[in-house]
């Protein structure tokens, strides 16, 4: 464990190696730390690994213990590289199977629409943030901001004027805004403003857990809302929506290659 300490990089990484650490520590496997990398003998261990990402995990780590060691890893990145190409057909498989369980971008739409009909003005915003923005749960974590209410020091919120018909959505709490900073959303769409006037200023969710409330007033949950939406744009072969849909959830476009477009193919999804 000590070799993992002494790495320069964060707290979370340290705790995902020593997880994997305690992992081949209790698999008695031992990390090669000679001249010979024993490539056959890291993939026989490795390939024992329950899920694609485990396997990786496992091999990410013999690989950084023996370059602090300053130790050869040249196959064994190769055999990374083997690895990761594998999962990311398995990746496309998934996804291109999951595409056909989604509902189209319009059949969304309608449904949003009916929620402001019904008067389900929370469930609508909810709904509209997602759908528009591409947002995550935690996003969703906000506060309205209404008339002289204060705008809290610190978390996500949304500053309702009446007088001028706008809203403004800040997210300041969300999964990659060390990454994408502080993003902020003039929002002045008319049932979208009419629903926050219809709601009292303070907390949108309730409950200990939010994801449970969320759950109970979202269309799709975030994930697949996010595909959905991807889906439609990569159909449409807009990648200026992709590139904006990036933006505003704040998830690079790499991981949108691997992990939300359900319609992949191997050569198409490398020109996104």
């Not at 056909?100 to 389900?120: F, G, H």
């Not at 959505?169 to 990454?179: E, F, G, M, N, W």
């Not at 994408?180 to 008319?190: L, P």
């Amino acid at each position: 464990m000590d070799a993992i300490e002494a790495l320069k990089i964060s707290e979370s990484s340290k705790k995902v190696y020593r997880s994997t650490m305690r992992r081949m520590i209790k698999d008695e496997f031992v990390v090669p730390s000679g001249e010979d990398e024993e490539v056959d003998r890291v993939k026989e261990y490795i390939d024992k690994g329950t899920t694609h990402n485990v396997k990786l995990s496992l091999l990410n780590l013999v690989i950084v213990l023996r370059r602090e060691a300053d130790k050869e890893t040249g196959e064994l990145k190769k055999l990374r590289s083997s690895l990761a190409a594998k999962g990311t057909k398995e990746n496309i498989k998934m996804m291109n199977d999951k595409g056909a369980s989604l509902p189209d971008k319009d059949e969304v739409t309608s449904q949003i629409y009916s929620l402001y009909m019904k008067k389900n003005y929370k469930a609508f915003i909810i709904n509209y943030l997602m759908f528009h923005y591409g947002v995550r749960n935690l996003d969703l974590d906000l506060v309205i901001v209404k008339g002289r209410t204060r705008i809290p020091a610190e978390g996500n919120y949304i500053k309702f004027i009446s007088s001028k018909g706008t809203a403004t959505y800040v997210r300041r709490a969300y999964k990659t805004v060390k990454t994408y900073g502080e993003q902020t959303h003039v929002i002045t769409d008319k049932k979208f403003i009419a629903s926050l006037k219809a709601l009292e200023a303070g907390p949108l969710l309730t409950g200990a857990q939010i994801h449970n409330d969320i759950g109970r007033n979202s269309i799709l949950n975030e994930g697949d809302m996010f595909k959905m939406l991807i889906d439609d744009a990569y159909k449409r072969k807009d990648t200026a929506e992709i590139n904006r849909l990036s933006e505003t959830r704040g998830t690079a476009i790499p991981t949108i290659k691997s992990n939300y477009n359900v319609n992949a193919s191997p050569e198409i999804i490398s020109k996104l």
